[in-house]
């Protein structure tokens, strides 16, 4: 069994910064792909970053290219998102999920069966 818990959301002014993090445990290892996802009351479950197994692959939603960065930590079984420059549009649920997997979009939900419960992130203007 995976579990996956994220940490680390909260309310900012726009133009600020937070860091997300994700702790996984139970059966997972370095060898699954990670990713975060958002989603804004009445939107679409949104891929905003994912990360290879090795992290040196990243990918990111246009939305947040040049401000978010994705790093994992394989040795704590943690996954981060830094957050830099935040927007109002940027306030969302962040979920953390994983999955083992190759090729193709890695942003895409439904490729992903193990999902943290998320952790809220609010950005005031």
């Known amino acids: 069994q995976v579990q996956l818990v994220e940490s680390g959301g909260g309310s900012m002014q726009a133009g600020g910064s937070l860091r997300l993090s994700c702790a996984a445990s139970g059966s997972i290892d370095s060898t699954y792909f990670m990713a975060w996802f958002r989603q804004a009351p009445g939107k679409e479950r949104e891929g905003v970053a994912t990360?290879?197994?090795?992290?040196?692959?990243?990918a990111y939603a246009d939305s947040v290219k040049g401000r978010f960065t994705i790093s994992r930590d394989n040795a704590k079984k943690t996954v981060y998102l830094q957050m830099n420059s935040l927007k109002p549009e940027d306030t969302a649920m962040y979920y953390c999920a994983a999955n083992r997997m190759s090729g193709g979009n890695l942003l895409l939900p439904w490729r992903y069966i193990y999902w943290g419960q998320g952790t809220q992130v609010t950005v005031s203007s």
């Open positions: 990360i290879s197994t090795g992290g040196s692959r990243t």
